[in-house]
């Protein structure tokens, strides 16, 4: 078994915002932990922690290059 840093949900972001560059709020990793999309969590004890391994896959998941604007992803418009 590797030891590998784990990190509290506002260090995790801290750590997104730092080491990726990618805009990162603890209040967002907790709401993705909730319904989903999030980066994998382990539990030790009642906490929930992050691995470097899980934030930088994660990341890398949701990274994707465009050359123009017509290659962004389209947001989806719920219907009122």
């Keep these: 078994m590797t030891k590998e840093k784990l990190y509290r949900r506002s ?8 080491v990726h560059h ?3 709020a603890a209040s967002t990793l907790a709401k993705m932990h909730t319904v989903g999309g999030g980066p994998e969590v382990t539990y030790v ?3 929930p922690l992050y691995s470097e391994s899980a934030l930088d896959t994660w990341v890398a998941a949701k990274t994707r290059i465009a050359r123009n604007t017509s290659e ?3 947001q ?4 009122e």
Excluded at 11 to 18: K, L, N, Q, S, T
Excluded at 76 to 79: N, V
């Design 72 to 74: 962004r992803p389209r």
């Design 22 to 24: 990618v805009p990162c």
């Design 11 to 18: 260090d995790a972001a801290a750590y997104v915002r730092e």
């Design 45 to 47: 004890g009642r906490w």
């Design 76 to 79: 989806l418009i719920a219907a």
